[in-house]
């Protein structure tokens, strides 16, 4: 018998009605021998509820108090599908991540998975049942419940794939697969039959939304076949593949374009240049778990240098003023900043053996008079920041130029 983890997101789940649904494709899949884990997320626009509920009681609620609150959106969800489990006649099991020991650290909010423990859901699948655990939660070393961050079901399911050393864990959402780039952005944007682990984690991180970053990390690491289907129509959706990468004349260049709009700029300009100054800096921003992406640091003039980063638009203002702080502490001139900027990344294993893929891709954007404020590679990757007003018009003039389309 195969063993598979399932896991579906909130639109999968948004009304009683795709519950049902949900419940009669598990009902059909068990009948024909699958042995099934069903991790989900809370129901569409559950989470923002309580969030909102949360912030008329307090500007600033307790990060703990935050966790216990909007962790109670997928308990509703693992009830509700196991009831319309039972009602079909299979002995389904609900469990929160408490439960099934799904433990991690104690960073609230965005806490990361340490261990699982998988006795508890093997005993169960062994009986005949549906085991349906509650994703994106967990508890940390004193029992108190996290949660894992905006997508963290996709983690947990995976996570438990691991765990439990699935045959495979299927991510179902309202898409069919992993496309070239956001449709909604690109109509011509086409779905990509396998892609690989590493491609994708690219993607991931440079803001393709199907998956979350932290998911495909953990089934690269290790090695959970991973496929990405749609919850309302058939067909194979996208593998996640581990192989080889293809680096011959027939591999695709570009696999496939990401884009970032929730991005901001901060400079810090006129610090003193000596060994530690950037730590000095980034160090008080880590500290504070703000994520920081782009960096750039100017050659050194007369002895002071400008250090160039970005971060999530949502801690911009928080990171303004850390920034203001240390400008005294440093002996800096000033600090700068823009929000409305946007990240536009292509991605794709082709470009270890092919040259002049970033010239392409600059060339392009200077055609459309699109100004790249900075630039970031690696070995399959290229982003540049750009003014977020000009995001939608480098997308589709990049899809096109490497032939994304057809």
Not at 190 to 209: H, N, P, V, Y
Request: proline content about 2%; aromatic content about 4%; charged content about 25%.
């Amino acid at each position: 018998m195969s063993l598979i983890v399932e896991k579906f997101g909130g639109t999968s789940v948004g009304t009683v009605e795709r519950i049902n649904a949900v419940a009669d494709k598990l009902i059909l899949k068990h009948s024909r021998g699958e042995k099934l884990v069903v991790v989900v997320s809370a129901m569409s626009g559950e989470t923002n509820r309580l969030i909102s509920l949360a912030n008329a009681i307090s500007d600033k609620p307790s990060a703990r108090e935050m966790d216990v609150l909007v962790s109670t959106g997928e308990q509703v969800t693992i009830a509700l599908l196991s009831m319309a489990l039972h009602r079909r006649g299979n002995d389904a099991r609900s469990y929160t991540g408490g439960q099934v020991s799904i433990r991690t650290d104690n960073v609230h909010s965005r806490a990361r998975i340490l261990d699982i423990d998988g006795e508890r859901i093997l005993s169960d699948l062994d009986k005949g049942r549906i085991v349906v655990v509650a994703g994106f939660q967990g508890v940390d070393g004193q029992g108190n419940i996290t949660t894992l961050g905006r997508g963290g079901s996709d983690t947990t399911a995976v996570a438990v794939a691991a765990a439990i050393k699935a045959d495979e864990c299927r991510i179902y959402t309202d898409v069919d697969g992993i496309y070239t780039t956001d449709p909604r952005v690109v109509p011509e944007a086409k779905r990509l039959d396998s892609i690989t682990a590493e491609e994708m984690l690219e993607l991931a991180s440079l803001g393709a939304k199907v998956l979350q970053t932290r998911s495909v990390e953990f089934a690269g690491k290790y090695k959970v076949p991973l496929r990405v289907l749609s919850s309302f129509e058939d067909g194979p959706g996208t593998l996640i593949t581990y192989e080889e990468e293809d680096t011959s004349m027939e591999a695709p260049l570009i696999s496939g374009i990401a884009f970032q709009r929730d991005e901001a700029k901060l400079t810090i300009r006129g610090i003193p240049d000596h060994p530690g100054v950037a730590h000095q800096v980034l160090g008080p921003i880590s500290d504070a778990h703000i994520n920081v992406d782009v960096i750039i640091q100017n050659a050194s003039a007369k002895g002071l240098t400008d250090l160039t980063f970005t971060v999530p638009r949502a801690d911009y203002q928080a990171c303004l003023e850390l920034l203001e702080r240390l400008v005294e502490e440093l002996g800096a001139r000033d600090v700068k900043g823009d929000d409305k900027i946007a990240k536009v990344s292509i991605v794709g294993v082709g470009m270890r053996s092919h040259t002049g893929v970033a010239n392409k891709m600059f060339k392009t954007l200077a055609d459309k008079d699109i100004n790249i404020q900075m630039i970031s590679t690696s070995e399959i990757k290229v982003s540049v920041i750009i003014d977020d007003s000009k995001l939608e018009l480098a997308v589709q003039s990049l899809h096109e130029t490497f032939d994304l389309d057809s």
